[in-house]
């Protein structure tokens, strides 16, 4: 029942209180017993209707509900992963968990690939900021499951990378090397915020990532499966390179691709095999193929970063990712069949690889005229001609 309580200046209020079974007690002052009554009720109602949330965790932030879930006993690698998305939450982890909307998260996720205001601008690659949602939507799911808050707002996002990829989507060769050209001396002018100011830097020369490009073209593999080669997955006899690791997006460790399709062999031409005997050298097996100044591999961040900055510099808006069009736009032109390009790309079943190259493939009509195109001439037989026919022998 609600208890009479006076004030500090002697008002006169009531306090309505509730204790769920095995839990602690809640309260809530009001101006009349009447207020404070019905707030009990609705509370005891709402509980044996299986909708009762704890008035205590009103103020919940969205912060704490990720610090809990990321508690929980998990392998260090993933340790490591849920610290870098606490530290990339932003203002969005100041709000409370209750009053969290899909709103807040898209721009979150938006804010994430573009430009980070805490990380000095710099962006996440898309599927890495969309891996980021998918964590805090496993927190909310947790918090929903313990009753902290009445509903997960997240939807995760889609990227871009699966969408229809067109001709002029893809770099040319020539636009190709002249990014490789830009990589190795150096020079790219590219805008930085540092200490709240926004400052023109100049790139310094990336030779290790004009390599890695050559290698993304020639294999098709994506950024995170370079940086995830060592040296015993190249075969420079064999004239190929297994695909079986990639480097996580956070913590740069060497880790098993995500699908059994991705893993792959990849033939390479022999235009690529002075490249990739340098990167060797000599060095021992389990070295990474793509090296640091400081003898680390290369994280796929700053890999892209540093390619991203030579293309824009050159007035292109390509990413890494746009060298695996590339390299799937050459086999589709070389004739392949999709199940082939499917395998070599990597991907999961043949109807992902259409839904993204499907316009580079020629249409039915198109390859039935080539197929059929002067089948007839040998006879004479051409349309508006009037070369008559020559009679068939007899077999």
Not at 109 to 116: D, E, I, K, M
Not at 217 to 232: K, Y
Not at 237 to 246: A, D, G, S, V
Not at 302 to 309: M, V
Request: hydrophobic content about 35%; proline content about 6%.
């Amino acid at each position: 029942m609600p208890q009479k309580k006076a004030t500090a200046k002697g008002n006169i209020r009531w306090v309505g209180r509730f204790r769920p079974p095995g839990g602690r007690e809640t309260s809530r002052s009001f101006d009349t017993r009447r207020e404070a009554k019905a707030w009990e009720e609705e509370q005891a109602r709402n509980y044996r209707r299986g909708v009762w949330l704890d008035p205590n965790l009103d103020k919940l932030t969205t912060y704490e509900v990720y610090e809990r879930w990321s508690e929980r006993p998990a392998r260090e690698a993933s340790k490591k992963v849920y610290a870098q998305v606490l530290k990339n939450l932003g203002p969005m982890g100041d709000i409370y968990a209750r009053k969290l909307t899909r709103a807040d998260v898209d721009a979150w996720f938006h804010v994430l690939h573009t430009a980070r205001p805490w990380a000095n601008n710099t962006a996440l690659s898309p599927r890495t900021a969309r891996d980021m949602v998918a964590h805090l939507s496993a927190a909310m799911s947790m918090a929903v499951d313990e009753e902290w808050v009445g509903r997960n707002p997240i939807k995760i996002p889609r990227i871009d990378q699966d969408n229809l990829v067109r001709a002029r989507d893809i770099p040319t060769i020539e636009q190709i090397h002249e990014v490789v050209k830009q990589l190795r001396s150096g020079g790219a002018m590219y805008d930085r915020k540092e200490s709240g100011k926004i400052i023109t830097k100049k790139q310094q020369p990336a030779p290790t990532v004009a390599d890695m490009v050559l290698v993304g073209v020639g294999t098709g593999a994506r950024i995170s499966e370079l940086c995830g080669l060592n040296v015993s997955d190249v075969h420079l006899l064999r004239r190929e390179i297994e695909i079986r690791h990639q480097a996580h997006a956070v913590t740069g460790e060497r880790v098993p691709l995500k699908t059994r399709s991705s893993i792959r062999v990849v033939p390479i031409g022999n235009d690529l095999i002075p490249v990739l005997d340098r990167l060797m050298g000599g060095r021992p097996a389990e070295a990474p193929l793509f090296e640091t100044r400081q003898g680390l591999s290369y994280r796929a961040g700053t890999a892209g970063q540093h390619f991203q900055r030579a293309a824009n510099h050159l007035g292109y808006g390509w990413r890494f990712h746009s060298l695996r069009h590339f390299y799937a736009s050459r086999l589709i032109a070389g004739g392949l069949p999709v199940n082939q390009v499917q395998h070599l790309l990597g991907h999961s079943d043949p109807a992902m690889t259409l839904r993204v190259y499907t316009h580079l493939w020629p249409d039915s009509e198109e390859a039935t005229r080539r197929a059929i195109e002067g089948i007839l001439g040998g006879y004479g037989i051409i349309a508006g001609s009037e070369v008559e026919e020559p009679a068939l022998r007899s077999v």
